[in-house]
């Protein structure tokens, strides 16, 4: 059994150590806000934070996390103690997102930048989101909405 | 009339002489011959050890090694050398930035869906940087503790022969071309040229 802590809640999974976290969370804790989109780490999309770092869970084995702090889009405002967190509250208010498939991994990416550098110059988002890409190409708004999640959260 | 004993005296001593000088003749020649003898070994050892680092300096060039001791501000991927895609950047230490570190996406070990992965799986610092270095300046680098991370030649060794990151050459998995010149030779090798005195390649002209 590998213990594993997810969003404040610690299981006992008897689950085969090379299963990636995606998987893991999805398909054996029903916690399916952390989409697949390439199975690669080329996407994002599967982002969520183990011990307050960015992983693309597709290509993290369960062996990899045992024992670590994972938070998922689904814990992610409490991890903020607000009802949404300012990452999640920004996205409504800047209107960010389209058809909202990569943003669970965009919002836990931008959560993390945001929990490192409260202040993010446009540099600093371009080299902390590259790596998720949106294939309806809201990139103008994740940027705002980084720039609105700051703000708030500054508050 | 000298005497019998002294004429015998007296070849007794010019044959002593003639021992002796013998004598100092043989070991004056030794001695030259043990000085050209040093000279050639050492000239020959010197070309030994400089052979044998022309050889470590292949395996340190590959991609699967100077992908990650880049120059640049970014590792490089492929056999090509291409820039990491993502607009991955190397971070203050080496290791990314926010959202973006090397193990958002690399974990301790090469995963089934083609990531490679090795346990610290980082850049390696700009002082280790081996792009643009000709053979001497990439010896001179690699024995300077200075820029090496404080190793010494031993602990260099250490980590060229044991070092799990290092290894990873040898097991890069998906389709990367493995190190081609085996571990234990590239070992061998850095053992040979560090007992023949880690001479440096001549600098180019």
Same mark, same amino acid.
């Given at each position: 059994?590998?213990?594993?802590?997810?969003?404040?809640?610690?299981?006992?999974?008897?689950?085969?150590?090379?299963?990636?976290?995606?998987?893991?969370?999805?398909?054996?804790?029903?916690?399916?806000?952390?989409?697949?989109?390439?199975?690669?780490?080329?996407?994002?999309?599967?982002?969520?934070?183990?011990?307050?770092?960015?992983?693309?869970?597709?290509?993290?084995?369960? @062996?990899?996390?045992?024992?670590?702090?994972?938070?998922?889009?689904?814990?992610?405002?409490?991890?903020?103690?607000?009802?949404?967190?300012?990452?999640?509250?920004?996205?409504?208010?800047?209107?960010?997102?389209?058809?909202?498939?990569?943003? @669970?991994?965009?919002?836990?990416?931008?959560?993390?930048?945001?929990?490192?550098?409260?202040?993010?110059?446009?540099?600093?988002?371009?080299?902390?989101?590259?790596?998720?890409?949106?294939?309806?190409?809201?990139?103008?708004?994740?940027?705002?909405?980084?720039?609105?999640?700051?703000?708030?959260?500054?508050? | 009339?000298?005497?019998?004993?002294?004429?015998?005296?007296?070849?007794?001593?010019?044959?002593?002489?003639?021992?002796?000088?013998?004598?100092?003749?043989?070991?004056?020649?030794?001695?030259?011959?043990?000085?050209?003898?040093?000279?050639?070994?050492?000239?020959?050892?010197?070309?030994?050890?400089?052979?044998?680092?022309?050889?470590?300096?292949?395996?340190?060039?590959?991609?699967?090694?100077?992908?990650?001791?880049?120059?640049?501000?970014?590792?490089?991927?492929?056999?090509?050398?291409?820039?990491?895609?993502?607009?991955?950047?190397?971070?203050?230490?080496?290791?990314?930035?926010?959202?973006?570190?090397?193990?958002?996406?690399?974990?301790?070990?090469?995963?089934?869906?083609?990531?490679?992965?090795?346990?610290?799986?980082?850049?390696?610092?700009?002082?280790? @940087?081996?792009?643009?270095?000709?053979?001497?300046?990439?010896?001179?680098?690699?024995?300077?503790?200075?820029?090496?991370?404080?190793?010494?030649?031993? @602990?260099?060794?250490?980590?060229?022969?044991?070092?799990?990151?290092?290894?990873?050459?040898?097991?890069?998995?998906?389709?990367?071309?493995?190190?081609?010149?085996?571990?234990?030779?590239?070992?061998?090798?850095?053992?040979?040229?560090?007992?023949?005195?880690?001479?440096?390649?001549?600098?180019?002209?």
């Amino acid at each position: 059994m590998t213990p594993l802590t997810v969003n404040g809640t610690t299981h006992q999974l008897d689950v085969a150590p090379d299963t990636p976290l995606l998987w893991v969370l999805r398909e054996h804790l029903g916690l399916t806000g952390t989409k697949f989109g390439c199975g690669m780490a080329l996407c994002g999309a599967c982002t969520v934070h183990v011990d307050g770092e960015a992983v693309r869970s597709c290509s993290a084995p369960l @062996s990899s996390v045992a024992g670590r702090k994972i938070v998922t889009i689904e814990g992610l405002a409490a991890l903020a103690g607000r009802d949404l967190h300012p990452v999640q509250q920004a996205w409504i208010e800047e209107d960010v997102v389209q058809c909202g498939y990569c943003h @669970s991994g965009q919002i836990m990416s931008a959560a993390a930048l945001l929990a490192k550098v409260p202040k993010p110059t446009d540099a600093d988002i371009d080299a902390a989101m590259s790596g998720n890409i949106c294939r309806c190409g809201t990139y103008q708004r994740i940027r705002a909405g980084i720039h609105r999640a700051a703000a708030l959260a500054a508050k | 009339m000298a005497s019998f004993h002294s004429i015998a005296g007296f070849h007794l001593v010019t044959g002593a002489v003639v021992i002796v000088g013998s004598a100092a003749a043989m070991i004056s020649g030794c001695a030259a011959d043990a000085s050209r003898t040093t000279s050639s070994e050492s000239a020959a050892e010197r070309a030994r050890s400089q052979a044998a680092f022309v050889e470590i300096a292949a395996v340190l060039r590959h991609p699967r090694c100077i992908n990650c001791h880049t120059v640049t501000d970014f590792p490089r991927q492929g056999d090509a050398g291409r820039r990491h895609a993502q607009f991955v950047l190397r971070g203050p230490d080496n290791h990314g930035v926010p959202a973006m570190r090397c193990n958002s996406c690399h974990q301790d070990s090469n995963q089934e869906n083609g990531v490679p992965g090795a346990p610290h799986w980082a850049l390696a610092p700009l002082s280790m @940087s081996w792009e643009g270095l000709d053979d001497n300046q990439l010896a001179e680098a690699l024995k300077d503790e200075s820029k090496n991370g404080g190793r010494s030649l031993e @602990s260099l060794l250490d980590h060229m022969a044991h070092d799990p990151l290092v290894l990873w050459g040898w097991n890069p998995g998906g389709t990367r071309e493995p190190v081609p010149v085996p571990h234990e030779t590239f070992v061998r090798r850095l053992e040979e040229w560090m007992a023949t005195g880690a001479v440096s390649p001549e600098p180019s002209p």
